[in-house]
């Protein structure tokens, strides 16, 4: 079965720290997906970034960064020079290939949330 | 379109009424979902539908009811619904094959059980 563990509940900083987010999986599936979205107190999901199980390149996007460590089962996420309106609550997902094998769709199973608050 | 475009974004009704949540979208996406969110917590899957067929009900309880009358349109019906049903829903999208490039997530109904 499918599991995403993200072990910080709430982490708070102060504007123009780096700050890094965990993100543990669980998966017997050999192709996955693992994906990081934002959630603003507004309620919509922001789509950050995506990542297949066969490509273990760390991505850079302005200021985030991703590690991902198959060896490990962790897709870490970091923001570089935070600032407030970095402030949300930062989920990690997974979805295993094999759910759509069936023409099933697919179960895209989401991490606790990390609330991240940002501090002038 | 690259969007998922959910009505209303907000509902209050109360436990003997029925309504419908809707969601619509124009990417071509064959697999749609509906989520559940409540306050402090992440989205919990409800259902998935394929090809316009119902492929996974997460054991939701029958008070809502899902509805996919065409490959773009996807509805929730609810009735008789209880306060502890109150939450935000959402709504996705994706391809249905096992290369995805992503989720494309609705806005949202905040939905208030009174």
């Known amino acids: 079965a499918q599991k995403v563990t993200q072990a910080q509940t709430e982490i708070s900083v102060v504007e123009k720290e780096d700050v890094t987010l965990d993100c543990v999986y669980e998966?017997?599936?050999?192709?996955?997906?693992l994906f990081w979205y934002k959630q603003p107190p507004s309620g919509e999901l922001v789509f950050l970034i995506r990542r297949n199980s066969f490509d273990e390149q760390n991505e850079i996007s302005g200021r985030y960064s991703w590690n991902f460590q198959k060896s490990t089962s962790s897709f870490n996420f970091t923001i570089t020079a935070s600032q407030v309106v970095d402030s949300a609550v930062y989920f990690c997902a997974l979805s295993e290939a094999t759910n759509f094998i069936y023409n099933q769709g697919g179960k895209l199973i989401f991490g606790q949330g990390t609330e991240l608050s940002v501090k002038p | 379109d690259t969007e998922v475009t959910q009505t209303p974004k907000h509902l209050v009704m109360g436990m003997t009424n029925k309504k419908s949540l809707k969601c619509e979208q124009h990417m071509g996406h064959r697999a749609m979902y509906w989520y559940k969110q409540k306050a402090k917590k992440p989205p919990e899957l409800m259902f998935v539908y394929s090809y316009e067929k119902l492929s996974i009900n997460e054991s939701v309880p029958s008070r809502f009811s899902p509805e996919c009358p065409n490959s773009s349109l996807l509805n929730l019906h609810l009735h008789a619904l209880q306060p502890e049903d109150s939450a935000l829903y959402l709504c996705a999208s994706s391809q249905d094959r096992r290369e995805i490039y992503g989720y494309t997530f609705g806005s949202g109904t905040r939905l208030t059980v009174v």
């Open positions: 998966t017997r599936d050999t192709t996955y997906y």
